[in-house]
Structure formats: structure tokens, C-alpha cells
């Protein structure tokens, strides 16, 4: 059979997502740069935008976002080795987790990449136009370095990053490293013997950035050496966990959530309900504003728009201000329905433990279309009465 081939980079941070299931789960695959030819003349025309990570499956099945790629190889493994948890709430755990992961960790990843340009910018300046222009000479490399990190660049501020806020956010990503990090003490990965969504979805910013970039990756190793080896871990296609003796790769039993984790659940209910339920009000008042839209038209119109307008939310005794990113409405549908699978009881199990970080309006919040996707795009679902609750 021939390999899997997987469009990446080794500085973006969904590629590592996506990479790190290939790896931990040994399936053979390629990576090609997007600076590659066949990026632009096969993968482009594909999906109908430039975005990273692509995976190419040996039958040339195209597949672009990180949650459909892991879903596409996940049906190929064994059902113990599934990223998903069989048990009702490690399952909805691991789905909030890959929620914060990809989409709540993307204010630090951000800042400590583009805020600290003198020890920073040698290396992604290398980093980035290596997989962008293949061969070319420095002056090309450095002119494409020059656009794509202007492009970067002022993405930060639309995660919220701004010099007032700076010094809180980074006392927020110093308590989520002492969080993990006193976490990891008792487990190899987040959910116990082997890695899950969770896992996948906190290596996007975890490996990309704040472990991989100079600044960053010296804060990690002297604040947080569990996290830092967790990284490289989550890059071995092995177990990589000796300094927890024999572990069986099992998840934890009973579907138990450990005080730790639930002592990281809290942060996440402190530091990003408010932005996720502002994320889910806006995309309904952008709804609102524009009724014409129908089941199955393309999110804003066309593939490559991210953003739709900006919402303000109270956030550790601030107010910030960030972009709105309909795409995260995908991930809270993906928990909701995920819930929605299991039986009353497995239901109450699952609202008690998000109840106890003050998670739970996630449960529940509806807006009037939800975010779903189809052929590669992020799609409208279908017209629903909406719920916002509190
Ligand atoms: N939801 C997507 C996000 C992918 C993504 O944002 N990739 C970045 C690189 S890490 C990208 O290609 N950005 C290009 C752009 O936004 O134009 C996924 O999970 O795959």
C-alpha cells in the first residue's frame, strides 16, 4: 500500500495535531511542504483554499481539518487504540479538552511566538520559509518569510493578544503549565496509558509553538519539564513513558476523572467558558443579521474566511476583545452530540463533572444553525430553535 501523505509544516500548529496521531499510531506516511508543487496544483484546487494540515489517503481520498483527518484514520484503527474514549465522560472530557486545546491555547501560542522577536524571529524566519519556497535563494526566503508572518502577525491581536493584556495572559499560561504539568505527575497522557483527542488537541500550540519556538520552548523546560517531555512524547511513535515504571495503555479506570484533571477543568471553566459561550452568541447574531443564509451554504461565503466580525467578554477581571471564529462551533456540536449518544445516567455523569468546573452551559448552548462541514468546507447545519442558557 502506499503511504499516507500528510501536507505540513513543522512550525504550524494544527499540522502537529495531525502529525502526532500518524506517529503515535504508526501509520506510514509522507510529509510534503506546501511549498511542494503538487500542494498548489492537486491539494489547492481540492479543498478551494490554502490551509495546512491536508492529508492525502492512499486511494488520493483528499481530507483537510484535523478533526475529519484523525476521524478518517481512527475508523482504520483497532477500537483500543480509538483517540476517542469508550466511556461517556472521559469521552466528552477529551472532546472539551481538544476544544481548548486547538482554540483556547492559541492566545499564548500567539503571543509567545510573535512578542518576542529578537530571540524568535532567526529561527522562524529559517522555519517557516524552508516549507513554504522549496530550494529558491535567501532573498525569495526571506521576502515570503516577510508576507506570511505580517499575516501571522496581526492574527495575534485577533486572538486578543494587546499590550495591556499581555502580562495577564502570561500569568494565565504560567497556571495552565503548573496545572498540566502537577497532571502529568500521575499519568503519561491527559486521560491515563494513551493518548486521545485531548491529547491530539493540545499538541497543535503545545508542540508548534510554545515548545518548538526559542522563547517559549526555555520557559516550558524550566517551568513545566513534564509538559515539555509529554511534547516530546506525543512525537514518539512509541509509548516514550519509562519514568512512570510499567504503565498499561489503558485510560483511567472507571471512567474516572482524576483531581488533578478536574483541577484543570476548573482553569478551563475560568479561563475560556466566557469566550466560548461569546464565540457561540456572536455566530448567532451574525445569523440573525443575515437570514438568507441555508443548510449546506458555505460559512461567510467562502472557505478561506475565518472570521466573522469581533466579540467582547469579561476574562480574569478584564475585558477582552477577539475575533469570532464560527469554526469552534463545529467542536462544541461535536461534544453535544457526543453526549447526546449516551443514556440518561451517562448523561448526569457527564454534566456533574462539567458542572463542577462550570463548564456545563456547554451542554446546552444552541445557536440557530450550528457549524458543520462538508466537502473539506465549514457548512451551515440546519435552522434550530436557539438556546442560550443563564
Ligand atoms: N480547523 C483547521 C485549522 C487549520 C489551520 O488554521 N491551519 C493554519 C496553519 S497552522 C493555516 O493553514 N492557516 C492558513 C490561513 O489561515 O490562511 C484544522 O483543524 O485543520
Redesign the pocket.
Request: charged letters at 25%; glycine letters at 8%.
Given at each position: 500500500m502506499d503511504p499516507y501523505i500528510l501536507y505540513a509544516?513543522p512550525g504550524?500548529?494544527?499540522?502537529a495535531?495531525?502529525r502526532s496521531y500518524l506517529r503515535k499510531h504508526r501509520i506510514e506516511y509522507v510529509e510534503r511542504a506546501p511549498g511542494d508543487a503538487r500542494y498548489n496544483d492537486e491539494v489547492v484546487p481540492a479543498i478551494g483554499?490554502?490551509?495546512?494540515?491536508v492529508l492525502q489517503a492512499p486511494d488520493g481520498t483528499i481530507v483537510?481539518?484535523?478533526?475529519d483527518?484523525i476521524d478518517h484514520l481512527d475508523a482504520t484503527v483497532a477500537p483500543g487504540r480509538s483517540a476517542y474514549p469508550a466511556t461517556p465522560v472521559q469521552r466528552a472530557v477529551a472532546h472539551l479538552l481538544e476544544l481548548f486545546g486547538?482554540e483556547g491555547l492559541l492566545r499564548p501560542a500567539m503571543h509567545y511566538r510573535w512578542d518576542f522577536d529578537d530571540t524568535n524571529v532567526p529561527f522562524l524566519r529559517k522555519d517557516f520559509s524552508a516549507s513554504l519556497v522549496l530550494g529558491g535563494d535567501d532573498d525569495t526566503r526571506d521576502g515570503v518569510f516577510a508576507f506570511s508572518s505580517d499575516?501571522m502577525r496581526s492574527a495575534t491581536a485577533a486572538f486578543g493578544v494587546s499590550e495591556e493584556l499581555v502580562p495577564e495572559i502570561e500569568r494565565s499560561y504560567a497556571e495552565f503549565l503548573a496545572l498540566f504539568d502537577a497532571h502529568l505527575a500521575g499519568s503519561p497522557y491527559l486521560l491515563g496509558g494513551r493518548p486521545t483527542i485531548a491529547d491530539f488537541g493540545f499538541m497543535g500550540p503545545l508542540h508548534?509553538h510554545l515548545a518548538r519556538d526559542p522563547y517559549p520552548s526555555v520557559q516550558m523546560k524550566q517551568q513545566a519539564q513534564r509538559v515539555w517531555r509529554w511534547v516530546e512524547r506525543m512525537s514518539a511513535p512509541v509509548l516514550d513513558a519509562s519514568e512512570y515504571g510499567d504503565v498499561s495503555e489503558d485510560l483511567f479506570a472507571d471512567d474516572a476523572v482524576p483531581a488533578t484533571l478536574q483541577a484543570l477543568l476548573a482553569y478551563i471553566g475560568e479561563e475560556y467558558l466566557e469566550e466560548a459561550m461569546a464565540q457561540v452568541a456572536a455566530v448567532d447574531g451574525w445569523l440573525a443579521e443575515h437570514p438568507d443564509v441555508t443548510d449546506g451554504d458555505v460559512v461567510l461565503g467562502k472557505a478561506?474566511r475565518?472570521f466573522s466580525g469581533t466579540t467582547t467578554f469579561p476574562w480574569r477581571g478584564e475585558s477582552m476583545t477577539v475575533a469570532v471564529v464560527p469554526?469552534r462551533l463545529y467542536l462544541i456540536k461535536r461534544l453535544q452530540d457526543s453526549v447526546a449518544t449516551g443514556t440518561a445516567e451517562d448523561q448526569a455523569a457527564v454534566r456533574a463533572v462539567f458542572a463542577e468546573a462550570g463548564l456545563d452551559p456547554l451542554l446546552d448552548v444552541t445557536p440557530r444553525r450550528w457549524v458543520v462541514r462538508g466537502d473539506n468546507r465549514e457548512v451551515w447545519g440546519p435552522a434550530q430553535e436557539p438556546v442560550f442558557p443563564g
Amino acid at each position: 500500500m502506499d503511504p499516507y501523505i500528510l501536507y505540513a509544516m513543522p512550525g504550524s500548529l494544527y499540522s502537529a495535531k495531525a502529525r502526532s496521531y500518524l506517529r503515535k499510531h504508526r501509520i506510514e506516511y509522507v510529509e510534503r511542504a506546501p511549498g511542494d508543487a503538487r500542494y498548489n496544483d492537486e491539494v489547492v484546487p481540492a479543498i478551494g483554499r490554502w490551509i495546512i494540515p491536508v492529508l492525502q489517503a492512499p486511494d488520493g481520498t483528499i481530507v483537510q481539518d484535523t478533526v475529519d483527518i484523525i476521524d478518517h484514520l481512527d475508523a482504520t484503527v483497532a477500537p483500543g487504540r480509538s483517540a476517542y474514549p469508550a466511556t461517556p465522560v472521559q469521552r466528552a472530557v477529551a472532546h472539551l479538552l481538544e476544544l481548548f486545546g486547538g482554540e483556547g491555547l492559541l492566545r499564548p501560542a500567539m503571543h509567545y511566538r510573535w512578542d518576542f522577536d529578537d530571540t524568535n524571529v532567526p529561527f522562524l524566519r529559517k522555519d517557516f520559509s524552508a516549507s513554504l519556497v522549496l530550494g529558491g535563494d535567501d532573498d525569495t526566503r526571506d521576502g515570503v518569510f516577510a508576507f506570511s508572518s505580517d499575516r501571522m502577525r496581526s492574527a495575534t491581536a485577533a486572538f486578543g493578544v494587546s499590550e495591556e493584556l499581555v502580562p495577564e495572559i502570561e500569568r494565565s499560561y504560567a497556571e495552565f503549565l503548573a496545572l498540566f504539568d502537577a497532571h502529568l505527575a500521575g499519568s503519561p497522557y491527559l486521560l491515563g496509558g494513551r493518548p486521545t483527542i485531548a491529547d491530539f488537541g493540545f499538541m497543535g500550540p503545545l508542540h508548534a509553538h510554545l515548545a518548538r519556538d526559542p522563547y517559549p520552548s526555555v520557559q516550558m523546560k524550566q517551568q513545566a519539564q513534564r509538559v515539555w517531555r509529554w511534547v516530546e512524547r506525543m512525537s514518539a511513535p512509541v509509548l516514550d513513558a519509562s519514568e512512570y515504571g510499567d504503565v498499561s495503555e489503558d485510560l483511567f479506570a472507571d471512567d474516572a476523572v482524576p483531581a488533578t484533571l478536574q483541577a484543570l477543568l476548573a482553569y478551563i471553566g475560568e479561563e475560556y467558558l466566557e469566550e466560548a459561550m461569546a464565540q457561540v452568541a456572536a455566530v448567532d447574531g451574525w445569523l440573525a443579521e443575515h437570514p438568507d443564509v441555508t443548510d449546506g451554504d458555505v460559512v461567510l461565503g467562502k472557505a478561506n474566511r475565518r472570521f466573522s466580525g469581533t466579540t467582547t467578554f469579561p476574562w480574569r477581571g478584564e475585558s477582552m476583545t477577539v475575533a469570532v471564529v464560527p469554526y469552534r462551533l463545529y467542536l462544541i456540536k461535536r461534544l453535544q452530540d457526543s453526549v447526546a449518544t449516551g443514556t440518561a445516567e451517562d448523561q448526569a455523569a457527564v454534566r456533574a463533572v462539567f458542572a463542577e468546573a462550570g463548564l456545563d452551559p456547554l451542554l446546552d448552548v444552541t445557536p440557530r444553525r450550528w457549524v458543520v462541514r462538508g466537502d473539506n468546507r465549514e457548512v451551515w447545519g440546519p435552522a434550530q430553535e436557539p438556546v442560550f442558557p443563564g
